[in-house]
């Protein structure tokens, strides 16, 4: 279990700090991080990217391995298949519903409730106020 989650971490903390680098934030990363990324760049430098990635990624598992408490040297853990699994028995194309009818004309207007305009709404509210200011407050 320790193993698992070294393992996770450590492919999860060498994408972010990759990131960081390629976003001109290497600055911000702690000192561990800076070392591992100085140990990618000459990996790097001698073999291909994907190998130099997955060895600097075996560097910091070992490294969380021991800081998580594991015990003795840390085992090798299976990474997930190169290529990915495709499995298209189960896939289902995406039809389009159906378009609903619309209601017809008829019916809505119906029952639909006559609107008043908005101007006589307003006409109405300004003969309230005129009328509480000239009977109330005189």
């Given at each position: ?6 393992d ?17 934030g ?40 021991v ?57 109405c ?5 005129v ?8």
């Open positions: 279990m320790i193993a698992r989650r070294a996770t971490k450590a492919r999860a903390d060498f994408a972010t700090w990759k990131m960081m680098v390629k976003l001109n290497a600055s911000s990363l702690p000192a561990e991080a800076l070392t591992f990324l100085a140990s990618y760049k000459s990996l790097a430098e001698t073999m291909a990217e994907a190998e130099a990635s997955e060895a600097t990624i075996e560097l910091i598992y070992k490294s969380y391995y800081d998580m408490g594991g015990t003795g040297t840390a085992p090798d853990i299976k990474s997930m298949p190169k290529d990915p699994i495709v499995d298209t028995s189960n896939v289902m194309a995406f039809k389009r519903p159906s378009p609903q009818p619309l209601p017809a004309a008829n019916s809505s207007a119906t029952k639909a409730r006559p609107r008043l305009p908005v101007a006589l709404i307003f006409i509210l300004a003969l309230i106020y009328g509480i200011r000239y009977f109330l407050l005189q």
